[in-house]
């Protein structure tokens, strides 16, 4: 029987599901899409993987991550559940040695984290503007009717990027509609699109940080080849694009799994590949007990309540 | 008459009583809470900052309560704080209320407007030196009520059952809150601090150390900040924080720049010489005095579009660099969703541990 580890990284666009063996080598990978139903995505990604995972595999530790890692813990009995900048810094630091800065654009949000001596010593997120995240570019590519997996192609085609205001989701799409209507081409407007959005990553999430090489790009938006190249151009110099880009998340949630497992000597908390036939509900309440009337949300397992979260006070986090 | 103030955090103890001392109702401001903010929001300026918005939420809910008046701070120097009384009370004039927004500015900026406005406060049957009396009897409450936040968040993270310091904290409130007299108060500090003290706690612990830095509003009323100092404690962090009622009375509001103040500024300096306005320049000394006091990073809270606190954002890196101390900033307003600011919490705090397991090999290593 040979060791394997699981890793989920539950996001607003997609749900990644890898499984690593001992040597953090990547066994299975899977990416769902989560539209909105995480209980739905996980179930499903369960389900696609147990069919995957080879029969000698067995499942010695599991790990979340992701804006849903709370509920997908809880679903599968995780052994830890992590943030996803912890995550991407432990993965990328395994995959890009002696990396220096990594660059994660994710459905909704972004990130830069930077790390010396192979540790994290600084990181950002996108804050308030979500312009330049995957569903962004999702959006621009049906408006323009281009298969999103092409766009970065196209991207490359251009000769001479037109300038697009990347400031704000909203003006950049009135600025690519005016663009469009002077006459200019396709390639020109996406490659501009791209230019656009690594400028507004630099000068919002990046600003003030130390971005030295090598720089691993990572996340779903780094399928996109003009991403690639806009972000080389700016920061003049190359941008390694590691194998797994797209699930690093999982893949560090998986391997601090797996240290966890391995420092503790425990037997994994992980419920197996049935949890796909349990029934998983979320009902919620609105507490009266004071003014904040916060929305508490109830998870429930066939039938039972699991966890509860949602409410400031902490009344309701433990489930009796 | 019936008279509010704005919620800081545990003050409204002290302020109660004082109100009621100088012979008038007290109206106690309720905890900020989503419906402060909304109603704030809803009436405030969108680009004001959230202290703006949550003061003016509680006038508002205060109104409901019945008061007639409410007490607040004014401000000098290049902060928007100064016209924010002067806002508040245009914009309840407007809303139709009977309202009076009655602002203490600080004393250097205008001595003679000051004993001015003290004697509005002044009852006009009581004498100067009893007024003053209750004044720094009502002060000394204060720095009770401040003394045992401080030791709530010094030991929280020793406790050994969880939530212990949180129960003694709040039963030592309620100690203080029914002292009335100078030695009731004296007494209850006292047995107060016997009840701090009686928490079961693990001193062998090495808990990871965080200073907390930024705007006062934010810094001090844990309801706008997401409990952030409790939170820290609840996971087993040290925290400190730099700005407190009573020393920033004394610092600021009686002699600016003269007792503790000046080597914050004097830290700044190599950074940052110059007035920024609110805290900005606090800001970029409180770093400096964090990392020579071996603490493991510090977290800056600001209210959104806080301008002081955005400039001294822009120095942050290079004092970081320069001081070798990780720091993070938490920008806040209405829209600041919890769950985002749980998650840069648990980054920072790994990004920490890490760092400081790293230091530690190096240091066996050499």
New interface residues.
């Given amino acids: 029987m040979r060791k394997g580890y699981l890793g989920i990284d539950v996001g607003s666009v997609s749900t990644n599901l890898i499984v690593i063996d001992e040597q953090d080598e990547v066994l299975v990978s899977l990416y769902l899409r989560t539209q909105g139903q995480p209980i739905r995505a996980i179930q499903e990604g369960i389900k696609q993987l147990s069919g995957l995972v080879p029969d000698d595999v067995e499942i010695c530790a599991a790990g979340t991550t992701g ?1 849903a890692r709370h509920l997908a813990g809880v679903m599968v009995g995780a052994d830890i559940i ?5 995550a991407h810094a432990i993965a990328t630091s395994r995959f890009v040695p002696g990396v220096q800065t990594i660059l994660e654009i994710g459905g909704q949000d972004s990130k830069i984290i930077i790390l010396r ?7 950002a ?1 996108n ?2 503007c979500a312009a330049g995240t995957g569903s962004f570019l999702d959006q621009q590519a049906s408006r323009l009717v281009i298969p999103i997996e092409k766009f970065g192609e196209m991207a490359l085609k251009s000769q001479h990027p037109v300038r697009i205001a990347g400031r704000c989701a909203v003006f950049a799409e009135s600025d690519m509609i005016h663009k469009q209507q002077l006459g200019h081409s396709m390639e020109d407007i996406v490659a501009g699109l791209c230019e656009a959005l690594v400028r507004n990553y630099l000068n919002n999430v990046g600003k ?3 971005i030295l090489p090598p720089v691993s790009f990572q996340g779903g938006v780094a399928a996109n080849a003009g991403m690639k190249k806009a972000f080389e151009k700016s920061l003049q110099h190359e941008v390694i694009i590691p194998k797994h880009f797209a699930v690093m998340g999982a893949v560090g949630a998986a391997i601090i799994a797996r240290e966890a497992v391995e420092q503790t000597n425990e037997k994994t908390r992980f419920k197996g590949f049935e949890v796909t036939d349990f029934s998983y509900q979320t009902r919620s309440f609105e507490c009266k007990s ?4 916060c929305e508490v949300v109830q998870f429930f397992q066939n039938g039972e309540v699991i966890a509860r979260w949602g409410s ?1 006070c902490g009344k309701w986090d433990k489930v009796s | 008459m019936k008279i509010t103030y704005p919620h800081m955090g545990y003050s409204y103890i002290a302020f109660k009583m004082l109100i009621n001392d100088l012979g008038y109702e007290p109206v106690v401001p ?2 900020p ?4 903010i909304d109603l704030g929001a809803r009436y405030a300026p969108e680009f004001a900052c959230i202290p703006y918005k949550v003061l003016l939420g509680t006038y508002l809910e205060t109104i409901e309560m019945g008061a007639e008046m409410a007490i607040s701070s004014g401000g000098v120097g290049p902060c928007r704080a100064g016209y924010y009384g002067v806002m508040h009370q245009k914009i309840l004039n407007e809303l139709g209320y009977d309202f009076k927004v009655f602002i203490l500015e600080p004393p250097q900026s205008n001595y003679l407007d000051f004993i001015k406005k003290l004697k509005v406060l002044k009852p006009s049957v009581m004498s100067w030196r009893t007024f003053i009396q209750l004044i720094k009897k009502g002060y000394s409450k204060l720095e009770a009520i401040d003394e045992m936040e401080f030791l709530m968040y010094r030991f929280m993270p020793y406790e050994i059952s969880k939530g212990d310091t949180a129960r003694a904290f709040k039963i030592a409130l309620d100690m203080l809150d029914q002292a009335q007299t100078e030695d009731e108060i004296e007494d209850a500090r006292w047995e107060c601090r016997k009840v701090m003290a009686k928490v079961p706690q693990d001193r062998s612990r090495d808990p990871l150390k965080i200073g907390i830095i930024g705007e006062i509003y934010v810094v001090l009323e844990p309801a706008v900040n997401f ?1 952030i100092q409790k939170t820290l404690g609840e996971m087993g962090v040290y925290t400190d924080r730099s700005i407190w009622l009573t020393s920033y009375a004394q610092k600021n509001v009686v002699v600016e720049g003269k007792v503790g103040e000046r080597d914050i500024h004097e830290m700044a300096h190599p950074y940052l010489n110059e007035m920024i306005g609110g805290h900005g320049i606090n800001s970029i000394g409180e770093i400096v005095i964090y990392a020579k006091g071996g603490y493991d990073g510090v977290i800056q809270l600001a209210p ?1 579009s806080c301008i002081p606190e955005i400039m001294a ?2 120095i ?2 290079r004092v ?1 660099r320069e001081e070798g101390i ?1 720091v993070m900033t938490i ?1 806040i307003d209405e ?2 969703a ?3 600011v749980l ?2 919490l ?3 705090l ?2 920490l541990q ?2 400081r397991e ?1 230091k530690t090999v190096k240091e066996r290593l050499a």
Avoid: H, W
């Avoid at chain 1, 992590?82 to 912890?86: G, L, M």
């Avoid at chain 1, 001596?117 to 990181?123: A, K, M, S």
């Fill in positions: 804006s992590k943030n996803e900048i912890t001596d192979g540790i994290v010593t600084d990181f997120m804050t308030v003030g940080k130390e004071c003014p904040n009337r400031r | 309720p905890e809470s989503k419906r402060t409990y959104f954002k822009g942050v890196p970081s990780p920008f829209q600041t919890a769950a985002g998650t840069r648990e980054a920072f790994d990004l890490r760092r790293q």
